[in-house]
């Protein structure tokens, strides 16, 4: 089992950028691939990015491609997303979540088992 605790969130610009970060507890996080997640108000929960377990893979979706990096430091057990060219759009509660299936990418919610509780990200215009 892992607990997750999301940290980095605020009030940003347009234009602007933000790291959030994603403490893990346990001494098997790189077991994990490790998925960002976002909902914002009125919307359903929409994958952002996954890294796998050992950091060599990464898949974003289309709105955040070119915008957004995850990275990870297993030794530190934290996964990172660097937020740059921030819009509006890029408002909602920003969550990670950690997966042992197989599969690559996940990018359903349902396919990753733990959650953390999530930050808050605003961009203002």
């Known amino acids: 089992q892992v607990q997750l605790v999301e940290s980095g969130g605020g009030l940003v610009q347009a234009g602007g950028s933000l790291r959030l970060s994603c403490a893990a507890s346990?001494?098997?996080?790189?077991?994990?691939?490790m998925g960002w997640f976002r909902q914002a108000p009125g919307k359903e929960r929409q994958f952002v990015a996954e890294?796998?377990?050992?950091?060599?893979?990464?898949y974003y979706a289309d709105s955040v491609k070119g915008r957004f990096t995850i990275s990870r430091d297993n030794a530190k057990t934290t996964v990172y997303l660097d937020m740059n060219s921030l819009i509006p759009e890029d408002t909602a509660v920003y969550s990670c979540?950690?997966?042992?299936?197989?599969?690559?990418?996940?990018?359903?919610?349902?396919?990753?088992?733990?959650w953390g509780q999530g930050t808050q990200v605003t961009v203002s215009s």
């Open positions: 346990g001494r098997t996080f790189s077991r994990y691939d």
């Open positions: 890294i796998s377990g050992g950091g060599g893979n990464t």
């Open positions: 979540a950690a997966t042992t299936r197989p599969n690559w990418p996940n990018r359903m919610g349902w396919e990753y088992a733990y």
